[in-house]
């Protein structure tokens, strides 16, 4: 069974500080995979999404950046945080063709 | 217009109770319908795909009517566990499978 790995849980950084949050995805093969953010008492927010190893589609103009260096792997970086940073940073991942997305279980990043 | 659109709620209802979601859509050409359910503080699962006939999966009832660019949930016989966030989710043809999802209603089941 497919099974989605996200790390850490929990995050706190100063201002301006580097991220890199990392999602990896194992039993399947090519999935397109998703980064979310949820603002606290927000909807979701769909940040980039890669179909493919090197291939990374932005949604939203920000100070992040995602990266995919493998199948099965995608990361989520920024080279300085900034307040607006903070919030409830999700991976997905699903086949193509309009498949549901199951998610990661999350990292809570807050920074001060 | 919002792409897809839900009561926030709360809905507040009494364990046993019949609840009933509703969430429209803006895209007459949205291809796929689900629901999910995320706790408070967790990550959005999924509940069940919604299909053009209906379907149903235990005490939940999933409708779709296309016509009307509506979805609905059903719960019949609430439990206490049912409390959560509801979100109405849509993709749309030529998305790459990216999902569109709704704010969510909160739903808070009591004894």
């Known amino acids: 069974s497919q099974t989605i790995h996200q790390w850490p849980a929990t995050l706190v950084q100063p201002v301006g500080s580097p991220l890199s949050l990392e999602c990896t995805v194992e039993?399947?093969?090519?999935?397109?995979l998703y980064w979310y953010r949820q603002a606290a008492g927000r909807g979701l927010q769909l940040l980039f999404y890669?179909?493919?190893?090197?291939?990374i589609s932005s949604e939203v103009p920000q100070n992040l950046s995602a990266s995919r260096p493998q199948d099965r792997q995608f990361i989520l970086s920024s080279k300085k945080l900034l307040l607006s940073d903070s919030g409830f940073y999700l991976c997905?991942?699903?086949?193509?063709?309009?498949?549901?997305?199951?998610f990661g279980d999350g990292t809570r990043l807050s920074i001060l | 217009r919002k792409e897809v659109e839900q009561d926030p709620g709360p809905f507040n209802v009494p364990e046993g109770a019949t609840v009933a979601f509703n969430c429209t859509y803006s895209?007459?050409?949205?291809?796929?319908f689900f629901w999910y359910r995320q706790d408070c503080r967790k990550e959005p699962k999924l509940l069940m795909s919604?299909?053009?006939s209906g379907n149903e999966d235990g005490r939940f009832t999933a409708q779709l009517n296309r016509a009307s660019q509506y979805i609905s949930l059903l719960i019949r016989d609430s439990k206490l566990s049912d409390s959560a966030t509801y979100l109405c989710?849509?993709?749309?043809?030529?998305?790459?499978?990216?999902?569109?999802f709704g704010k969510g209603t909160k739903l808070s089941v009591k004894p």
């Open positions: 890669s179909v493919g190893i090197g291939q």
């Open positions: 989710v849509v993709t749309n043809r030529g998305s790459q499978g990216n999902l569109i």
């Open positions: 919604v299909y053009s």
């Open positions: 997905a991942w699903s086949t193509r063709d309009n498949q549901p997305q199951h």
């Open positions: 039993g399947t093969s090519n999935p397109n």
């Open positions: 895209n007459s050409a949205s291809q796929s």
